[in-house]
C-alpha cells in the first residue's frame, strides 16, 4: 500500500512512472518506485510481476516517419 497522498499510481496505469521513488541508485542505473516498477536510466522499466518496457524517450519519436494525415495517399513501398 501506497502510504502517500495523493497516493501513487498504480504500476498498470498509464502514469505510472509518476511515482514516487523510494530507492535511488545512480551509480548503477535505477531507481525504485513507490509502485514496485524499477527504472532504469535508459528509461526501461521493470514491472513487478516481472514484465518489462522497453526504453521510450521521447526523442525516439522524431526518428519515426509521419504519418501520412487521413484521406491521403500512403507513400509507396520501397
Known amino acids: ?7 501513487c499510481p498504480d ?3 498509464p502514469d505510472r512512472e509518476a511515482a514516487r521513488t523510494v530507492a535511488s ?3 548503477q542505473g535505477w531507481s525504485l ?4 516498477i524499477v ?3 535508459d528509461t526501461g522499466e521493470l ?3 516481472g514484465g518489462t518496457i522497453a526504453p521510450h524517450r521521447p526523442t525516439d519519436l522524431r526518428d519515426r516517419p ?5 484521406g491521403s ?3 509507396p513501398a520501397a
Request: hydrophobic content about 30%; charged content about 5%.
Open 47 to 49: 514491472l513487478p510481476g
Open 25 to 27: 541508485h545512480p551509480e
Open 1 to 7: 500500500m501506497c502510504p502517500h497522498t495523493p497516493p
Open 33 to 36: 518506485l513507490c509502485n514496485g
Open 11 to 13: 504500476a498498470s496505469a
Open 73 to 75: 495517399p500512403a507513400a
Open 39 to 41: 527504472v532504469f536510466e
Open 66 to 70: 509521419a504519418t501520412p494525415p487521413s
